[in-house]
């Protein structure tokens, strides 16, 4: 991982215990403790005497958690060498519309961890395994509740939509595409579906102050009027277009889904693999999502898409 390289040079964090780090990545993943030790590659009983402070671990274990730390909390810089190579090496990771819908097992891949990751982040406690219940087993889960199973239809069913939309020669990012996205992932879960927010809304835990109300109409007209339809660096577009997107918050709910919709469509419109943002990583979006809309800081947030563009990969094309 990239994130190893930084590791070497911080000495931020050289006095912290490794029971802090491994809560810290445990608060900001969600794991259980089974699933981090299954993530280091060590038993439950090592990690819990770890967690306990009862025993240290190894050199070689020690790097690795602090790459998993790095990787889920996530850095606070990037030189532009490493930069400069993640997105090199997303450039690299090449598909199109065609190749994922004429391939039902990449399509299913492709609608299961994208619904899956996107809702989680957003709150939902569908599990993996309840996602793929609802989405090709159809089934109705009587411990999660009718908003959450709604959303993951909803999600599934506008993904289909994009994708196809995706294919037409004349296919554009405009208002009536977004509003469009919109009102198919909220149909049924909100009475404003497709319409701007006609309110004021505030996003707990971050800096960020998200736009007034009134100027939504304007800012997404200067943000669509903005999208460059053949850019030269691909992963920069993507993240000055998510990082305003997001600030603008046009809609009274699910802004995050359709940011990160319209970061697929950006991407395989430019016949490139899109990011998948994974929940266990979702600390990590956020802090650098926040970094480039209150500091202009955004190399933090396109190593991130880079990274996020390979674990796609891996995920969908590599068997």
């Known amino acids: 991982m990239s994130i190893a390289n930084f590791i070497k040079n911080c000495y931020t964090y050289k006095d912290m215990k490794y029971s802090t780090w491994l809560k810290s990545i445990q608060q900001a ?9 299954r993530q280091l590659g060590v038993s439950f009983a090592t990690l819990n005497a770890w967690f306990n402070n009862r025993t240290e671990p190894r050199k070689k274990a ?6 998993l730390y790095f990787d889920i909390v996530g850095v606070d810089s990037i030189n532009l060498d490493e930069l400069t190579l993640a997105k090199e090496n997303a450039a690299k990771l090449k598909t199109t519309v065609k190749k994922i819908t004429e391939d039902k097992a990449t399509l299913d891949r492709l609608t299961l961890y994208l619904t899956y990751h996107t809702n989680t982040i957003e709150g939902s406690t569908m599990t993996f395994a309840d ?3 609802v989405l090709f087993q159809n089934k109705v889960l009587a411990n999660r509740t009718q908003t959450e199973q709604a959303e993951t239809h909803n999600h599934q069913a506008v993904l289909i939509w994009l994708l196809g ?9 405009d208002e009536q595409l977004i509003k469009g996205l919109h009102l198919r992932l909220m149909n049924g879960i909100i009475t404003n579906a497709g319409l701007y927010r006609n309110h004021g809304v ?4 971050t800096r960020t102050i998200v736009a007034n109300y009134g100027k939504i109409p304007s800012l997404m007209e200067e943000l669509i009027r903005g ?9 920069a577009e993507i993240t000055s277009t998510h990082a305003a997107f997001e600030q603008i918050h046009p809609f009274s709910d699910g802004n995050g889904r359709i940011g990160r919709l319209i970061m697929l469509a950006q991407a395989l419109k430019a016949n490139q693999i899109p990011p998948l943002i994974l929940r266990e990583r979702k600390f990590a979006y956020y802090k650098y999502l926040e970094f480039a809309q209150t500091e202009d800081n955004k190399a933090l947030l396109e190593w991130f898409i880079a990274e996020s563009m390979a674990a796609t990969n ?3 094309f590599r068997r």
């Open 29 to 37: 993943s969600g794991w259980s403790q089974e699933e981090m030790a």
């Open 62 to 67: 020690a790097e690795k958690i602090r790459i």
């Open 131 to 133: 996602t793929e219940a």
């Open 165 to 173: 939309e995706l294919q037409r020669k004349d296919f554009i990012i």
């Open 202 to 205: 505030r996003i707990v835990g």
């Open 227 to 235: 999208l460059d339809s053949n850019p030269t660096d691909l992963i």
């Open 314 to 316: 891996q995920l969908l």
